[in-house]
T-cell receptor, first 113, second 111 residues
Framework: DGGITQSPKYLFRKEGQNVTLSCEQNLNHDAMYWYRQDPGQGLRLIYYSQIVNDFQKGDIAEGYSVSREKKESFPLTVTSAQKNPTAFYLC????????????FGDGTRLSIL | SQQGEEDPQALSIQEGENATMNCSYKTSINNLQWYRQNSGRGLVHLILIRSNEREKHSGRLRVTLDTSKKSSSLLITASRAADTASYFCAPAERGGYALNFGKGTSLLVTP
C-alpha cells in the first residue's frame, strides 16, 4: 500500500545535539512538507519542497534544516540552534500544485533529555 | 498563506447526535479542505470543497462553503465514539505553496 513512513516514532535529544527525522513516501508525490505541532495547537509549516533538489522555508524554519536528494525522501534535521525542539513532527506529501490534499505520516515525537 | 480558524475549540456530544464545526478564513481560496487527527496520529484528509461549490457530501459528512462570508462548516451526522478526534480546516489559496492549518476543533463523542 502507498503511504508515508516516518521514523522513529519517539526520539530523544540531548542538549547541543543534532537529530534527524526520517520521512519516506511511495506515493510518487512531487511535494513534501514538514510541520511542527505543539500540544493543543495547530500545525506550523517548517519546510516544504515541490521538487527534488529544491526546498523552501516555511513559517518556523529557524533551527531546522532539510534535504531533498530523492523524490521519495525528505529528512528533517533538528539542530542545536532550535532551543525548544520538544514537539510532535509531521511529514506530509501531495501532488503539485500544493493546494491539493496532503497525505500524512504518523509523526515523530521528539523530547529533550 | 492564510490560516483557517475553527470554532468551537472543543465539542462534546453523545453518540447518535450531530456535530457541527465551523471554519473562517480571510482571503480568496481555490478550495477548502477538512482533516481529522486521532490522538497521537497524523492527519487524514476527509473532504475537499472547491470555491465554486456550495455543498458536498461524503458518507456521514456534509461540508458547506460560503465564500461571501469566508466560512465553511463540517457536519458529522449520527456521531459515533470512533469520530472522537480533532478536526482541522485548511483553506487553500490559488497558487498557494502549502496549506495552513488552524488549531482545530476537539470532538469528544461519548457512548
Amino acid at each position: 500500500d502507498g503511504g508515508i513512513t516516518q521514523s522513529p516514532k519517539y526520539l530523544f535529544r540531548k542538549e547541543g545535539q543534532n537529530v534527524t527525522l526520517s520521512c519516506e513516501q511511495n506515493l510518487n508525490h512531487d511535494a513534501m512538507y514538514w510541520y511542527r505541532q505543539d500540544p493543543g495547537q495547530g500545525l506550523r509549516l517548517i519546510y516544504y519542497s515541490q521538487i527534488v533538489n529544491d526546498f523552501q522555508k516555511g513559517d518556523i524554519a529557524e533551527g531546522y534544516s532539510v534535504s531533498r536528494e530523492k523524490k521519495e525522501s525528505f529528512p528533517l534535521t533538528v539542530t542545536s540552534a532550535q532551543k525548544n525542539p520538544t514537539a510532535f513532527y509531521l511529514c506530509a506529501s501531495s501532488i503539485v500544485p500544493s493546494n491539493q490534499p496532503q497525505h500524512f505520516g504518523d509523526g515523530t515525537r521528539l523530547s529533550i533529555l | 498563506s492564510q490560516q483557517g480558524e475553527e470554532d468551537p475549540q472543543a465539542l462534546s456530544i453523545q453518540e447518535g447526535e450531530n456535530a457541527t464545526m465551523n471554519c473562517s478564513y480571510k482571503t480568496s481560496i481555490n478550495n477548502l479542505q477538512w482533516y481529522r487527527q486521532n490522538s497521537g496520529r497524523g492527519l487524514v484528509h476527509l473532504i475537499l470543497i472547491r470555491s465554486n461549490e456550495r455543498e458536498k457530501h461524503s458518507g456521514r459528512l456534509r461540508v458547506t462553503l460560503d465564500t461571501s462570508k469566508k466560512s465553511s462548516s463540517l457536519l458529522i451526522t449520527a456521531s459515533r465514539a470512533a469520530d472522537t478526534a480533532s478536526y482541522f480546516c485548511a483553506p487553500a489559496e490559488r497558487g498557494g505553496y502549502a496549506l495552513n492549518f488552524g488549531k482545530g476543533t476537539s470532538l469528544l463523542v461519548t457512548p
